[in-house]
Structure formats: C-alpha cells, structure tokens
C-alpha cells in the first residue's frame, strides 16, 4: 500500500481564488481525517469522516471552507475564496478504525496564498 | 471536554544527554494516548502508543494518571532524535484525536 495519498504537494495561490486539497486514504481505512498545522497553532483538526460520513466539522473555520467525502478512497478539501491566514500545511489521515491504532498521515499539502 | 498540553515549545539537549518531552492531558474518562514524530518537512509517524508499552528507537512514555501525563524518555539523545514530537489523546469511544502544540526537539553536538 502506497500509503496515505496527497495532492498537490505544494500550492501557491492569489487571494480570492479557489483552492481544492486531495487525499487518497489506505484502502480499507474507514476514518479519514484533515488537519490544518500551523506554528502558531500547532495541528487543528477541520474535520473527519467515518465511513464517508462527515462526523465532526466543528473544526472548520468558516463557510469558505468544505470537505466531501464521495466514495471510500477520496475526499476533497476546499477552501473558496482563500485568504492568506489560510497559509498552512494540510495533513489528511486515515485509520482503521480499531482502537488499538492511530492515524497514518500523508506527506501534507503545504498552501500558500499571497 | 478533551485537551493535551505540551508545555514546551523547544527543547534543546546536548547528545548523550536524557531526554524527557512532557505531556499532559485532561480528560475525565479512560484516554488512550500516542506520540507522534515530524522529521524535518515529512509526514507525521505514529512512534508510540500507551497501549502497546513499547520501546521504539530508545524511546518510552509510562501513562500516569494520577498525574494524568503520559512524558516521552530517553536516556541517551542521538542527533538524528531533532524532530518534532507531538502528544495526541483518543477518548470518548470515538476515533478523533486531539493533539497537543508540538515540542521541537533540537539535539545537538
């Protein structure tokens, strides 16, 4: 297994325009989870899905900010309009759902919006 | 309500030197708790969980909870130890994990 799977690496966007974070979670994984990681702020969670099912967005910052999960191997983060403020790596996670495990990250989407 | 405290920003220890990342936790029923690891610019990587009472690459975390902290040891820090390390608590029957601010730990020559 390849892992967890992000996309694009890097972004570089201008305020105002949209922005869209993909992840491929393990196959098999259940739970797929985003994280925003900033200094100040270490790592937040947006949102997390169990089985394709958005469980807990109280971590999304606002209305310009949206997650789907369509089937078991994507989900999508969107950000419309980006700001600056929202310059941050993006991690998203997957598990397996058994107590006994943790989360198993991708490499992260580092977003910068000028 | 679920929290992790890490009360360090930075940790800055001389090789060969022990090693005591702290972390402490709030949560009013039984937690599970991990250390997760960040080397420079890659992905987070489980390192440790309570449950397991592991030792993995010399480092160890005994969940306390009178204490209620869970700190990450080693006796001996190894340069290639200078990373990121975060606490993370699992609670409530639920699969969401809340993580602490980070400590980075520096070792250095």
């Known amino acids: 297994d390849a892992g967890v799977i992000q996309s694009p690496r890097h972004e570089v966007t201008e305020m105002g325009q949209e922005v869209t974070l993909r992840c491929k979670p393990i196959s098999g994984h259940n739970s797929l989870f985003w994280y925003r990681q900033t200094m100040m702020r270490g790592l937040e969670l947006l949102i997390y899905?169990?089985?394709?099912?958005?469980?807990?967005d109280s971590g999304m910052p606002e209305d310009r900010f949206s997650a789907k999960m369509p089937n078991a191997s994507f989900s999508t983060l969107k950000i419309q309009p980006s700001e600056p403020r929202d310059s941050a790596v993006y991690f998203c996670?997957?598990?397996?759902?058994?107590?006994?495990?943790?989360?198993?990250f991708g490499s992260g989407t580092r977003l910068t919006v000028v | 309500a679920q929290r992790v405290t890490q009360p360090e920003k930075l940790l800055s220890v001389f090789k060969g030197a022990p090693v005591e990342l702290k972390c402490n936790y709030s949560?009013?029923?039984?937690?599970?708790l991990f250390w997760y690891v960040q080397y420079s610019r890659q992905r987070l990587q489980l390192l440790l969980r309570h449950i397991s009472r592991e030792s993995i690459k010399g480092f160890t975390a005994d969940l306390n909870k009178g204490e209620t902290s869970f700190h990450l040891k080693k006796p001996f820090a190894q340069e290639e130890d200078s990373a990121m390390y975060y606490c993370a608590l699992r609670g409530g029957g639920g699969n969401k994990l809340t993580f602490g601010t980070g400590t980075q730990l520096k070792v250095e020559l």
């Open positions: 899905f169990n089985n394709n099912v958005p469980i807990d």
């Open positions: 949560y009013s029923g039984s937690p599970e």
């Open positions: 996670a997957s598990s397996g759902g058994s107590s006994n495990y943790g989360y198993t």
